[in-house]
């Protein structure tokens, strides 16, 4: 009888040699927008286990659970006003912040009033955040 050859895991880690077209939208914005805005590196510093660990250095903002608040808060949860800001992935709206994983993601910005947010990006009283993948 044949006996099936093991082989080792690889982890491939691979960088694009063109950058998606909205690289330049959040690198322009992280340097002359009116956000709070966390780069790749900061994610690599901090290693976080989820995204949502991320949104816990931005003013305006909390982390209850698994889940980002914003401090302008319409909703009462346990005693705290709370409201959900809207989420968008590389330009389109996304679904839960935790669904990408933080070593995927090129930067966030935030907003935590829809006032500063750049004007496609509409989110309402509870804010914006914004995420932009590799």
């Known amino acids: ?24 939208e959040f690198d322009d914005r992280s340097t002359h927008g009116f956000g709070q805005y966390i780069t790749e590196k900061m994610i690599s510093d901090y290693s976080p286990g989820r995204t949502s660990e991320m949104l816990r250095m931005v003013n305006g903002f909390y982390v209850l ?3 980002v608040y914003s401090s302008r808060g319409i909703l009462s949860l346990g005693g705290f006003r709370v409201c959900k800001p809207t989420v968008y992935v590389d330009g389109a709206v996304g679904t839960g912040i935790n669904d990408i994983s933080p070593f995927a993601i090129h930067g966030i910005e935030t907003y935590a009033s829809s ?18 993948t590799k």
Do not use: F, Q
């Open 1 to 24: 009888s044949e006996i099936a050859t093991m082989l080792d895991s690889v982890r491939i880690i691979a960088r694009r040699t063109n950058a998606p077209p909205w690289y330049a």
């Open 115 to 132: 006032i500063y947010a750049p004007a496609k990006y509409h989110g309402g009283v509870c804010g914006v955040i914004l995420i932009w």
């Open 65 to 67: 659970g698994d889940t």
